[in-house]
T-cell receptor
Framework: DSGVTQTPKHLITATGQRVTLRCSPR?????VYWYQQSLDQGLQFLIQ???????AKGNILERFSAQQFPDLHSELNLSSLELGDSALYFC??????????????FGSGTRLTVV | GQNIDQPTEMTATEGAIVQINCTYQ??????LFWYQQHAGEAPTFLSY????GLEEKGRFSSFLSRSKGYSYLLLKELQMKDSASYLC???????????FGTGTRLQVFP
């Protein structure tokens, strides 16, 4: 157990629907990062939150949104789902200044399948 | 922006040594990470370099040259379980976001 908890582990939904992925960071970590990994692809950075505020944005679609709550857990909302959104979604956390060795810890991911 | 390049695939023989290269361009460098990822699983931390030079940790070593924007991961005494994807990632100085390359899929054969 890495200390980063992602739920659900698997999600199957239909095109056009909306889903919410949840991430609880490791205790003491203030930053949360979301990544998308399509089949046989690299990890694409979506968005980062630090202590409740958006800190950096990657190639996140307008149909996707995220937030970090006061208890530091984060949710990634995916709407108007398309087949191409099927992927593994990973959450990672860090203290904030993730430069320390091993400073980024990944959750086990949510596998989203859009049918 | 950031750009990270690494070979797509490599093969090697059990017991051998393999070097996986990574080149990067970044506007604000705050360290380079190597992660191992087995298919369908989360990335796991292997190494971190922020200063030039070689970091050794057991069978794995990682090298960084900041002036050349270059790093490599060296895997010695390869085992079958080392068959996985190896991800090079750069941390951004201003935001701490971690940007990944596309990964190198390593296959180890007996």
């Amino acid at each position: 157990d890495s200390g980063v908890t992602q739920t659900p582990k698997h999600l199957i939904t239909a095109t056009g629907q909306r889903v919410t992925l949840r991430c609880s960071p490791r205790s003491g970590d203030l930053s949360v990062y979301w990544y998308q990994q399509s089949l046989d692809q690299g990890l694409q950075f979506l968005i980062q939150y630090y202590n409740g505020e958006e800190r950096a944005k990657g190639n996140i679609l307008e149909r996707f949104s995220a937030q970090q709550f006061p208890d530091l857990h984060s949710e990634l909302n995916l709407s108007s789902l398309e087949l191409g959104d099927s992927a593994l979604y990973f959450c990672a956390s860090s203290v904030g200044r993730g430069r320390e060795s091993g400073g980024y810890t990944f959750g086990s991911g949510t596998r989203l399948t859009v049918v | 922006g950031q750009n990270i390049d690494q070979p797509t695939e490599m093969t090697a023989t059990e017991g051998a040594i393999v070097q996986i290269n990574c080149t990067y361009q970044t506007s604000g460098f705050n360290g380079l990470f190597w992660y191992q990822q087995h298919a369908g699983e989360a990335p796991t931390f292997l190494s971190y370099n922020v200063l030039d030079g070689l970091e050794e940790k057991g069978r794995f070593s990682s090298f960084l040259s900041r002036s050349k924007g270059y790093s490599y991961l060296l895997l010695k005494e390869l085992q079958m379980k080392d068959s996985a994807s190896y991800l090079c990632a750069v941390s951004d100085y201003n935001t701490d976001k971690l940007i990944f390359g596309t990964g190198t899929r390593l296959q180890v054969f007996p």
